[in-house]
């Protein structure tokens, strides 16, 4: 009965053409920066002075080059394996926190579901960026940094989620009989209870994979982020709040620009293609 049901969701998830869209928006980005600067010679970091300083597009420079020299397609690329690494693993970060603290709160109830829940509540009650730039300034702004505090500021949304799927689970009778006949906590818990719990979760990851990357592209945008000379499409950015960058060098921030807005819209249509696919009540 699962095969038929993960054949079928499957099935809606390829049909949907907006799903389709956006994995290949995302698959395109993804290879674009994992496989490009392995072929080509392409250097973020050294400064060209033959080649001078914040010059236009040209054919040894495709986007131009920054206020020091650098390449700026090489950055952007080397950018993109950046915002891509904060995005995806901060988003595992909330995952392996949110799924097991809902499972227990969800489950087991009384004491647990008190301080989880109203743990998480209190995380949810701050302004979410005001409190992960207080922490990023408190622990200073790097790449482990924002990946860190951002995963751990979003297992709340994930730990819900899990509770109440796992509130109406836990109450069905096919786990009211697994406890009557002496089957262990632990196997109900992984075997019957997370597998049924676990599905809605799919479509919530490549919506919280978007929001990393938006935070730590603000982040970066503000300079609390990821810090030169590394790059990531955020931080690149950031040279537009010159109002001489911002209208006359549109090279420089335009194209990470792009960047970021198709990867948000990609993983967006992912997670909306994913949660489609997964509502009985949606037809192909």
């Known amino acids: 009965m699962k095969e038929i049901r993960n054949s079928q969701a499957m099935k809606k ?113 701050f302004p979410s960026m005001v409190l992960i730039l207080v922490l990023v300034a408190v622990f200073g702004p790097s790449i482990l940094t924002v990946t860190v505090v951002i995963g751990v500021l979003g297992w709340t949304a994930i730990a819900k989620l899990i509770y109440g799927n796992v509130l109406s689970i836990r109450e069905r009778e096919y786990i009211q009989a697994a406890r009557a006949v002496g089957v262990s ?54 040279a537009a709040q010159n109002l001489l960058v911002l209208t006359a060098r549109p090279w420089v921030w335009l194209p990470p620009g792009i960047c970021i807005i198709l990867v948000v819209i990609g993983f967006n249509f992912i997670g909306e293609g994913v949660r489609d696919a997964l509502d009985p009540k949606t037809k192909e």
């Open 185 to 238: 906590t632990k196997k109900i818990l992984f075997s019957e209870v997370l597998p049924n719990a676990i599905p809605p979760v799919w479509a919530n990851i490549s919506f919280r994979v978007a929001g990393a990357i938006l935070t730590e592209s603000s982040l970066s945008f503000l300079g609390m982020g990821v810090q030169t000379p590394q790059a990531s499409w955020g931080n690149i950015i950031f």
């Open 13 to 125: 998830f390829i049909h949907n053409k907006k799903a389709m869209l956006g994995l290949a928006i995302v698959t395109i980005l993804v290879l674009a920066v994992v496989f490009i600067p392995l072929f080509a010679d392409l250097d973020p970091y050294t400064t060209d002075r033959a080649a001078g300083f914040n010059k236009p597009p040209s054919d040894a420079h495709i986007l131009g080059t920054d206020d020091v020299g650098r390449d700026l397609f090489a950055r952007l690329l080397y950018g993109g394996r950046i915002s891509l690494f904060v995005g995806i693993t901060s988003t595992i970060i909330s995952v392996l926190i949110g799924i097991p603290l809902g499972l227990i709160a969800g489950y087991f109830r009384g004491t647990a579901e008190s301080i989880i829940m109203r743990t998480a509540d209190a995380f949810m009650s």
